[in-house]
């Protein structure tokens, strides 16, 4: 009886380090799921960005547009007209100065423009990559999950095991 018993109490043992082991491992796999499902919301950031990109360099190519042809038509349009119906020659001097001057005044601010563009583009792609890496360390957080669940139930299963056998060498049996 005290044989059948220890054998009895092995298997159970064992059944129970298996249990364990099945339990860890579908903990894993769900810790490993939950983690790529964040990461991919993660890598939605990304495309959201790209758009982000995308819109932001459209309208600066329009404003570009609008602002030379604003530019053209009121600021030296005025200048031109104002020059040109007090009778006063524009073709050099005071005119010539004052066109060449609201010129210079307009590529600097469209140089500030382009230089601010390409910081908000500089802006984005660091935000992107910050998402990437987020993603890939979400990822990378899964797997290390995943890996101590595993351990874990294989370190029952051994456990499990090594009891089972003193058990049973425990009762004389063998």
Do not use: C, H, W
Not at 109 to 129: G, R, Y
């Amino acid at each position: 009886m005290g044989a059948t018993a220890a054998i009895i109490g092995a298997g159970s043992s064992i059944i129970g380090g298996i249990s364990s082991r099945n339990a860890s491992n579908a903990a894993g796999a769900a810790a490993q799921r939950a983690a790529n499902f964040n990461a991919s919301i993660i890598e939605r950031d990304i495309g959201l960005l790209a758009r982000q990109r995308g819109i932001i360099n459209e309208n600066f190519e329009i404003d570009t547009v609008r602002a030379g042809e604003a530019f053209e038509r009121e600021i030296q349009g005025t200048a031109k007209a104002g020059f040109g119906y007090a009778g006063v020659d524009m073709s050099s001097g005071t005119p010539f100065a004052v066109l060449q001057a609201n010129a210079k005044e307009f590529d600097y601010a469209m140089s500030v423009a382009e230089f601010n563009n390409e910081m908000t583009n500089l802006q984005i792609s660091d935000q992107q990559e910050d998402a990437r890496l987020q993603a890939q360390l979400a990822r990378m957080g899964g797997d290390a999950s995943r890996s101590a669940y595993r351990s874990s139930g294989k370190a029952s299963l051994i456990s499990s095991v090594a009891n089972a056998g003193l058990g049973i060498s425990g009762s004389g049996y063998f």
